[in-house]
Structure formats: structure tokens, C-alpha cells
């Protein structure tokens, strides 16, 4: 599950990421409202038994822990990516984010088109559509019996349930780079929010150990859970999408007001913001939309920093490994002239902008 880089030279690594190092303070469920959406909040799991710290106890699901990470935070990161996300945005990055619980998923390009797989399934749930197997995700018990035998290792189940501790053991291997570099763990997704017991665990066993803390997010989340969290992070990385709660429901299935509520409650409650905008061609980049975006954040108290993520379509290819099929919106990547006239409009309202995260 887990994707790994690894580091040869301790020091050089530090020295030649010292350029996309910012120096920072150290600081700092989905809604009832959309209870229909296709995410539901993730219940936390506490397992073992009594004597056990509880917290490290606490579970939940996670697609992928990034090591070295350079762009969800200051300084050299480990991002944990939660699984489970209220929002569907049609230009995601990580649809395999989506659904809460693990899936299964088939890389095409490896695939070696034997059909053992289909032969394999006990439970019917692998066909083939010409020479190409096809997953019906409602069969599938997600046994993982087609995985291993695949001679292309093209199948794959996304997501696992992973304790508070397992989690914490991966985050602290790295502990001397964050401590070198400003760094620490980050929590993405998907939404972390979505997974609140859980996140609140990470969050509070990292402050144990002082390790600085991130959190990723669309803000889509009830009051009392962004209550809750806001006084354990360090920092927030909050995505503003677009300033029109229309344009916004049709683009990510939720509207927005919740989301400018919870960002503004997170800045007048004196919380550490970064404030994050991908940029989409034909959705959010045109001159009205962007200068709504920098007056609101304007309005922040204490926000200085906006960060610019330029659309780019890996997450099309990932869609496209997963059952039952994810449809995404087809745009080129903006231009560096497009993007850079984006950051000089939004640095005449005072801000740090940023190109990257």
C-alpha cells in the first residue's frame, strides 16, 4: 500500500530541497446537510484490549503514505492519505480517494489479457468485455485471491485499515528529516475530516512526540468536529475551489458556504492557514472568480499565504483502474504564462503566492 522513496544521503537531500524549504512558525464527517453523498463519515475502530494506549488503538482507512514529501507543507513531510472524501470533484487528483472503504482496481496497461482472473473469482464478479476483464464492484467481496496470481500485476485492492500506531510508526522513520527541514506529517485524502476520531488520534500523538502537524483540506465538515481538530493541528491547508456555491456544487457535488464558514472560523480563531486553490481551466481561472477568491481571503485575519496548484490529469489514468468507472472532466494542464499572471494579481491584495504547494 504504501509508496516509499528512499534516501541515499541524509544531507544532501536536506541541502538540495532547502529551496522549497518556507520558514514557518511553529504553531498553529461529513455535514448532516449532505448526508445523501456517496462518502459517509468513517466510523473509528477501537480494537484490542484494556491497558492499551487508546489512541494508538484507534483505526482507520488510509490509500497511501507518501514519504519525502515536498509539497503538503513546510519543510521535508510524510503525507498520510485518508480515505473517504464528501466532495467529488470532477478534475480530483486522487479518485480512488472517493469511496471510504478499500476497492478494487486493474492497471490496464499491465494487464496480460489471459483471463485467469475471471477464472479465479469465486464470487462472479470478474468478467470479460472483449479481452479486457471488467470488476463488478457490487460482487466483489474484495478477497484478494486475483491479486497475487496475476501475471502483470495489474490488479490491486486500494485502501486499508490501519491503527493510530501503525500509522505513527511509519511517520516517525522520518523524524530526523522534519527535524532538520521544518518538516513534519501532513493528513490528506480524501478528507481527513471525514475520519475525525482517527485524525484526532494522529493529531494528538504526533503533538506527544512534537512533530509538527498538517491538515489538508476542503473544510467540508460539521462545526464541532473542526472545533475539535483545529486546537490539535498546527497547521491548515485549506482549498477554496471556486466562490460561487453554483459553480461549486455542479463541479464537486456539495455547495460552499460550509466551507467559507469553516475557513473563516478557522483564521478568526487565530489557526495558521495556507489557503490553496487549484487552478482548472474553464471552471475557476477566469479574472471575476479569482479576484472574489482574493477579496475573501483578504478578509482573513492573519492569512498570508496563497498557494496555486496547476490542474493536471493523473488523476484520469487512476479513474480509470478503478470499478464500476469514474467519469472526470478533460482540460489541459494551464500554461506557466497563464499561471503566473494568476499569482501576480493575487500578490497585489498583499499575499506570498505560491505556484505549487
Known sequence: MTRQNYCVNRTNLVSCLSTEIDSFNRCISVPKENSENRCKLVPSVSVGGPGLRAELETAGFVFDIKR?????????????????????????????????????????????????????????????????PVTDPQKCTLCGECIEPCPGGAREIIGSQMTAGEVMAEIEKDVVFYDESGGGATFSGGEPLAQPEFLLALLNECRAKRIHTAVDTSCYAEEEVLDRVSEKADLFL???????????????????????????????????????IPIIPNFNDDAANIKATAGFAASLPGVQRIDLLPYNRGGNEKARRLAGGIELMQVETPNDQKMNAIAERLEKYGFRVKIGG
Open 68 to 132: 519525502y514529501a515536498i509539497h503538503d507543507g513546510p519543510g521535508i513531510r510524510t503525507t498520510v492519505f485518508f480515505k473517504g472524501c464528501p466532495l467529488q470533484c470532477r478534475w480530483c487528483h486522487n479518485p480512488e480517494s472517493w469511496k471510504a472503504a478499500p476497492e478494487a482496481a486493474l492497471r490496464t496497461t499491465r494487464c496480460k489479457r489471459c483471463g485467469q482472473c475471471v477464472q479465479l473469482c469465486k464470487q462472479g464478479a470478474i468478467s470479460l468485455d472483449g479481452d479486457l
Open 238 to 276: 485549506c482549498d477554496i475551489k471556486h466562490m460561487s456555491s453554483e459553480a461549486h456544487r455542479q463541479f464537486t457535488g456539495v455547495e460552499n458556504t460550509l466551507i467559507l464558514n469553516n475557513i473563516r472560523e478557522l483564521s478568526e480563531a487565530g489557526r495558521q492557514i495556507i489557503i490553496r
